[in-house]
């Protein structure tokens, strides 16, 4: 069983940055991939990038790849997402999620956070 918290999200300007925590429990998170997804309003659940357990690849959508990067530090149990330059079209609820396998397709995940609401103004 792993339990996830997300924090750091905000209102922010265009341009600017945030950095994005995910906090989680259990005694093997570090095999666990963990995905960060977000939800817009109106708009279906969209994965925006993950890292993987023992290795720690990653990977990133088409729209935020070399202004988002995901990290983890499996002594404090916590992955980030630091997000720059932000735009008006990232507002949405961030979730982070953790899944024994590799596949990011949202279906993979087993436990979810509550999110976290990042709102970009232009």
């Known amino acids: 069983q792993v339990q996830l918290v997300e924090s750091g999200g905000g209102l922010v300007q265009a341009g600017d940055s945030l950095r994005l925590s995910c906090a989680a429990s259990?005694?093997?998170?570090?095999?666990?991939?963990i995905g960060w997804f977000r939800q817009a309003p109106g708009k279906e659940r969209e994965w925006v990038a993950g890292?993987?357990?023992?290795?720690?690849?990653?990977s990133y959508a088409e729209s935020v790849k070399g202004r988002f990067t995901i990290s983890r530090d499996d002594s404090k149990n916590t992955v980030y997402l630091q997000m720059n330059n932000l735009k008006p079209e990232d507002t949405a609820v961030y979730y982070c999620?953790?899944?024994?396998?590799?596949?990011?397709?949202?279906?993979?995940?087993?436990?979810w956070g509550q999110g976290t609401q990042v709102t970009v103004s232009s």
């Open positions: 999620a953790a899944a024994r396998g590799e596949d990011m397709r949202a279906s993979f995940f087993d436990y």
């Open positions: 259990g005694r093997t998170f570090s095999r666990y991939t």
């Open positions: 890292i993987m357990g023992i290795g720690g690849r990653t």
